[in-house]
């Protein structure tokens, strides 16, 4: 069968819109050029640790050394877990390398009573992961917490930044629905024992696999999401004490969102490359934050996608292909015209 994206063009604020290319899937004959990226055979995963101020980092490595590099940071409430499927896409061409957050995944877990774990404490770790690893250059790749930690990886050392890959991580007002900002809001400001047990609630076993990875894929939809995501991310918050690293996240939450400012006033000064590859299905972080990049950033790239928050759960094909194009177009030094689209399938 013959699988085709179709692209409908979607309000971008009076900016350029450019029909995409429609790439053909698998017996489809061919494709047209600058449409399906030439498929390359993934390297070897690895799954190795490092230190970094004497504590254990977990990450997946795959991809010659010697190639541009990207780094996956991960969201709530996964880990490295989460582009499982993605870095066999992308490692045939580029070194890629996703860690697991301080506190998450296979990473060392000190107790949230001897560290208070906020997005200052998960970026440091994660710059000195960059500096122990030795990588001098990259494109970083965000989702859902990621954003948080990869604007301040950024902005600690922007000349290391070669561009941007967004994936439903927010850094606009606009990607929040004011239920969200509330509650980011009260998982700040109210500290009783019946926040506390509120916000224990969201990291809750059915919290996690109804909220978070079955909520966005209705019907047969369903069937796109690995029970492997859940099963996974529940062993790892398997104690009282991993429960509450992700509770202090969420009280921190809202930092990040005073930060929004001056991680704009960034993009403007920096104009780095982005490409956004947004789920416009996720109704936790609208896709109007996908739009609000292009405010800042009129030459980045935006795609729509028929997917949910945990769009790489989805569709990891089509977002390598999107991924593939814009890293190449990067280093080819290709100026890019500004894109906004909504990918069907």
């Known amino acids: 069968m013959v699988t085709v994206l179709a692209a409908v063009l979607v309000g971008c604020g009076g900016r350029a819109v450019v029909p995409a290319p429609s790439p053909i899937g698998p017996g ?20 190795r640790t490092v230190e970094v101020r004497g504590r254990r980092i977990f990450y997946r490595e795959a991809g010659s050394r010697d190639r ?4 996956l940071l991960h969201g709530y409430p996964s880990s490295s877990h989460t582009y499982r499927e993605l870095i066999p896409l992308l490692s045939g061409r580029y070194r890629v390398v996703a860690p697991d957050y301080l506190g998450s995944g296979f990473s060392d877990h000190p107790s ?5 774990y906020t997005f200052d404490l998960l970026a440091e770790y994660v710059t000195g992961f960059v500096e122990a690893l030795g990588l001098t250059q990259y494109v970083i790749y965000m989702q859902d917490f990621g954003a948080p930690v990869g604007f301040r990886v950024a902005l600690a050392h922007p000349e290391r930044l070669r561009g941007l890959v967004v994936q439903n991580a927010n850094a606009y007002l606009d990607g929040l ?7 980011f809001r009260r998982a700040h400001e109210d500290r009783s024992e019946a ?8 990291v809750s076993a059915t919290a996690i696999r109804e909220r978070q990875y079955l909520r966005d894929v209705p019907g047969e939809k369903r069937e796109r999401m690995s029970p492997d995501t859940w099963t996974h991310d529940l062993a790892l918050l398997a104690t009282a004490e991993d429960r509450a690293i992700q509770v202090q996240l969420f009280q921190d939450y809202q930092a990040n969102i005073d930060a929004y400012p001056s991680w704009q006033a960034f993009l403007r000064a920096r104009q780095p490359p982005t490409l956004i590859v947004w789920g416009r299905n996720d109704p936790a972080f609208v896709s109007a934050g996908a739009r609000a990049y292009l405010r800042d950033l009129p030459q980045a790239e935006l795609h729509l996608l028929d997917a949910g928050h945990f769009a790489v759960e989805e569709q990891a094909v089509a977002i390598a292909q999107h991924v593939v194009r814009f890293m190449e177009g990067l280093n080819a030094g290709a100026g890019r015209e500004p894109v906004c689209l909504s990918d069907r399938f």
């Not at 541009?68 to 780094?71: A, G, N």
């Not at 949230?112 to 208070?116: F, M, R, S």
């Not at 629905?177 to 509650?183: A, I, V």
Request: hydrophobic share 35%.
């Open 195 to 202: 926040g506390l047990a509120a916000l224990a609630q969201t």
């Open 112 to 116: 949230p009573e001897e560290v208070t």
């Open 177 to 183: 629905t004011e239920d969200r900002r509330q509650f």
């Open 68 to 71: 541009p590099v990207l780094l």
């Open 28 to 47: 489809g004959g061919g494709a047209t050029a600058a449409a399906t990226p030439e498929a390359s055979w993934p390297e070897k995963t690895y799954y």
